[in-house]
């Protein structure tokens, strides 16, 4: 491939990985509900997480061979970026591993870690526990260890298959996983939840989390993350809640407070720091689904995303410098 001509302070990238996220979804609207995302364009390349390889450089921070990453990298093979939109991947931080970035050591990751702790109010020794939707993907498996390791006595996770439940207690260490499309989840959450729920970390909304929030303790806690229920909906972001949700957290004294990781830049190194020692100890495990090939991002990918397969991660990977596959 020849090198295209590069401005001051610009590098060629290759691309090697691209992630896939339900947030995606409200960037197809013209309003996507928040004011840090700014909605795709017809005839525009789409955008989103992304790691590759400096491959040519004008940029003297960035050298070939650096691994770097961004929250707006083009869906496409090989890129011209301008270097400070780049930040650098050290490979030891995920300990080799450069998908990581974009899931465990990355965003997601990082939205779990500080979820957690600034919205949480988790309390080692007070036998709490925790509910968490959306449990399988990136964020909420994330988010549900995290739980566990700050001193949740039990974890349960909500997701949308058996396999993906199986997943979260075998692997992820969860106490118990709730498959939301099989059984009342009321009756399932009281088996599984039989002294309350202390702290949910919400990343669907809708009928699960009116459920969830109904079996509440008094003086608990809702991290509201996302509400993929409802991305497909006219409504705002938060969408509004029934009534008889909204008077069981007037009522009990519930919090239920939006969260945004980008709020909390200051604190990103630290978090990162914690999460890949978490990782490369093993406290914490990563679980992936990779789909090779760009030509695969607006189909495989996509039906994966919204599939019954266990997907904390998804990742289209590309490989080689001229084919793709």
Not at 81 to 89: A, F, P, T
Not at 90 to 98: I, Q, R, S, W, Y
Not at 105 to 127: C, D, F, I, N, Q
Not at 294 to 322: D, P, Q, R
Request: net charge negative; proline share 4%.
């Amino acid at each position: 491939m020849k090198s295209p001509e590069l401005k001051e302070g610009q590098v060629l990238v290759r691309t090697l990985f691209l992630s896939v996220d339900p947030y995606m979804r409200c960037r197809m609207n013209d309003d996507t509900g928040a004011d840090y995302l700014l909605p795709w364009r017809l005839e525009e390349c789409v955008d989103g997480g992304g790691v590759g390889v400096v491959e040519a450089s004008k940029n003297q921070a960035l050298s070939v061979g650096t691994s770097v990453t961004s929250f707006n990298w083009p869906w496409q093979t090989y890129d011209v970026m301008d270097g400070s939109l780049l930040q650098k991947v050290d490979p030891e931080m995920v300990d080799g591993h450069l998908s990581y970035v974009l899931g465990a050591v990355g965003m997601p990751g990082l939205t779990a870690v500080l979820g957690v702790r600034e919205k949480g109010h988790v309390t080692p020794g007070s036998h709490q526990t925790m509910v968490i939707s959306g449990a399988a993907g990136a964020c909420g498996s994330i988010a549900g260890q995290i739980g566990r390791l700050d001193g949740c006595e039990r974890v349960v996770g909500i997701c949308g298959s058996d396999q993906k439940c199986q997943a979260l207690v075998t692997e992820l260490g969860f106490t118990a996983g709730i498959n939301y499309k099989k059984g009342d989840i009321s009756s399932a959450l009281k088996e599984h939840c039989p002294t309350g729920i202390d702290i949910y970390f919400d990343n669907v909304g809708g009928p699960i989390s009116d459920a969830v929030i109904s079996q509440m303790n008094p003086g608990g806690h809702v991290i509201l993350c996302g509400q993929i229920s409802q991305y497909n909906k006219d409504v705002p972001y938060p969408p509004p809640l029934s009534e008889d949700t909204q008077k069981a957290l007037c009522h009990k004294n519930i919090t239920r407070e939006r969260f945004v990781v980008l709020n909390y830049m200051e604190k990103h190194e630290e978090g990162l720091v914690q999460l890949s020692c978490w990782v490369k100890t093993g406290q914490i495990k990563v679980l992936e689904t990779v789909v090779k090939g760009i030509e695969n991002m607006g189909g495989e990918s996509l039906l994966l995303l919204f599939s019954h397969v266990l997907k904390c991660t998804l990742h289209a990977y590309c490989m080689n410098c001229l084919c793709l596959f």
